[in-house]
């Protein structure tokens, strides 16, 4: 372990295909975004957009705070005003008179140069948040049709099957099905409740989990049942917590889907959702989602698996038999640390599984985006070097804990950090919170 | 098969005790009850990797590798989807269907429970079957399986045309329609939701997208002529050739029928349009203002709003009442005809009306502790768990189904017992 080892290269600045934006720009008219921007900026932004574009003072002072600035050697077209001005300030200026080439530029800057961190948000003296402005930019694409392909296919995907990932409905009830299969091996009475109507708990999940990673599924039935929860999880669409939709700035789909997970949890009758470890699901279910269908707060409650691990170690409900040996470091994920503030109650577990545990700086609050957020990783191969490039200070950060395990209980984080890891070539091993508790809980002999 | 009027509603309490089949298997799943309550059922680890359905204490015969979604009909049979060597189908009384399949699930059953439906993967493709008979033709993705009321039909949202990883621009020119048992309609459309069947049987309607952005109703296959912002689901009219759907129009929803605007409001939110039976009334649920929800009867909200959450609306059989489960600071009750009963509950299950309409009645918990209310009061006494309750047909009786100790309870009480 040491210093990052790999210095960017010239594949940053190569021109990036990709075929969603290429075919979209190309069927673009300047009436066409014209019109589409002034509807954006006269039907929906309303008097947000405004404040935000007449308070800032361009005074740099956000710069500092992005990963992608810092990274990029303070060049400042990567910093969260210079983004603005590429995009969303030119497009008020010229009152939607920009070109297919401007579209072209703000649409990959949204996209694949913001994770949506929010970070930006606490170093400005007006507290503008930089993460909106890119969200309209990204809605204002969506409805030109102009759309990385890579994240369009997850929304697309999302909107046919309510889940992100193309999962059939016969492939999700089976997965279950053979993870309670499995989990028997180990404790012979293991359930996984399916439509269990009335229980205390829906547990939901994001669509990478059936799909790649059923072994996340296991270990949570094994949590439940070692920790007598009242569970369930549903054998309809409405399973799948995540959502690109929110990121791509497809509002309608993003409405759809979150419906179709509040009515699940309604029509189980469960008291509360607990969701596994994901950090935009959080955003979607707790804050995007929610708020576009109109519902101030989740109209069932929901418990990130952070704050529900935090509970059942308080309450006894699950114990642990033995440390986690390795030295480990902790990631902070934006969405559940500054959108929840759940950093305390990370610790408080990490610290309760793990003897050794180093703090990477900044942190909690502070700490820098794993630059996968905000749907970035979603927009695919095509941006992975931009994004490898984009977030060097992570990889110093993470070096210089000089830990062997970095524990991220976020999906998007947990797989931006492996790449982030395999490009600058650090000797760390990603893990979830929940890989080891499960390896470290007391469990029945 | 029973109808209710042949079902037991002399008051009293019959017990069946479930500790012995614990004892018996290796393990009980959750039980079901019979729609009359005189039989509890679960499935039953047998060990060795088999299981069967325990009813009333009595096995099946054949076990099977694997059971899952267990359920009563409406008309009382017991059905299952098991699964013997690797092929699944649908048991019925212990008595399987004659086809296999690949997999198998949504059991879904007709209003009367005469007819039986499920959705099937065969070889990767997929289709519906009712009552062991499926679509000639299969689909290479399904979604959205509906029965028709009375039974006699299925539908599906189907994918016609094959899609590869990314190839976003074939999609967008459409690749799902509907499948009508199993003929889909002449065309194709980017996306398909929420099919809904007239009560006839004869069509069905559609949320359809036609683009991004375009959103309109198709039924049988055609879409209105009107295009909109976002739909929800499309509901027939009771007796005339008429649909209904929420729709947003200008960053607001209204209500459309066949594509006119008919309410005068704008919401914030609106979705769940339900007819009152005879078909005089249209009722939603409606937010008014952000964070605020109520009902909305003929484009009329009451003045009652919660901020949580509406749900489950329905009108009595005679249409004059309209009740829901609503949710305010945490806590769940229910509102009929804009009147809030005064008791809050951790939470309540959709409302039950008496068939006279004189009575609603719906499922409480309260401290981990099950019951039943009425007309706003609950039951005294408490379960572990219990069921909806029914009322019998003349109103006056109430069965309560319910768990305590590891036993299931069915009681018939006089409804003035709980309602005063
Ligand atoms: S990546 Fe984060 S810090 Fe950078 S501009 Fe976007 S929201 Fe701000
Ligand atoms: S810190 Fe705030 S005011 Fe200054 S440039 Fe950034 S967004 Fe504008």
Redesign the pocket.
Known sequence: MGDPAVQNDAAVEAKVVDEGIDRGVEALTPERIESVINQVFEKETGARLQAYVETCVHCGL?SE?????LSNDKDPK???VG?VKQTIWEMVKRKGRVDADFIRNAVEVAHT?????????M?CPFGI???YL?LVVRRICHKLGVTPLYIQDTVNSHSVTMNQMWVKEDEWIDTLQWQEEEGRDEIPDLRIPVEKEGADIMYSVIAPEPKFQAGLIYQAAVLMNVAGMNWTMPATPGWDNSDMAMYTGDNEIMARVKRSHFETARRLRVNKIVMGECGHAFRSIYDMGNRQLGWKMPPIPVQHAIDFYDELLREGKIRIARKFEKSVTLHDP?NIVRGRGLHEKSRSVVRAMCDNFIEMHPNREHNY?C?AG?GVINCGPPYKQKRMAGNRVKAEQLAATKAEVLIAPCHNCHSGLEDIIHHYKLDMEVKFILDILYECMEKPE | MSTMTDWDFDPGEKVISMKEWKERYEWVEDPQVSPDGENVAAVVNLGNGEFTVCNNGEAWESPCEKIWCLRFSPDGRLTAIVCQEMEWTMSVDGTFWDSRFDFLWNTRFSDDGAHIAAAWQNDLTYGMTLDDVSWETGYSNMSGMCLSPEGGKTAAVVQTIGLNEGEIFKFAEGAYTAALNGKTWPRNFMNVWDIAFSSNSEHIAAEVRLDRTTYTIAVDGETWKQRYDCVWTPKFHPSEHKVVAPVRVAGAWTLAENGVLIWKNRYLQLWQTLYSPCGKHIAAIVSPAYGKWTMAKDDQPWNNRFGEMVSDPVFSPNGDRLAVSVKDNGKWTLAVNDQVWGQWFNRVWGPVFSPDGRYVASRVESDGKFTCAVNGKAWEKTYDFCLDPVFSPDGDRLLVRAFKDGAYYRIVIPTTQIAG
């Open positions: 956000c705070a992005c990963h992608f600035y990567f910093s969260p983004k140069q913001c994770n949506l961190c929010k970070r930006c948000a170093y948040d930089i993460a890119m934006c985006c630059a905000g």
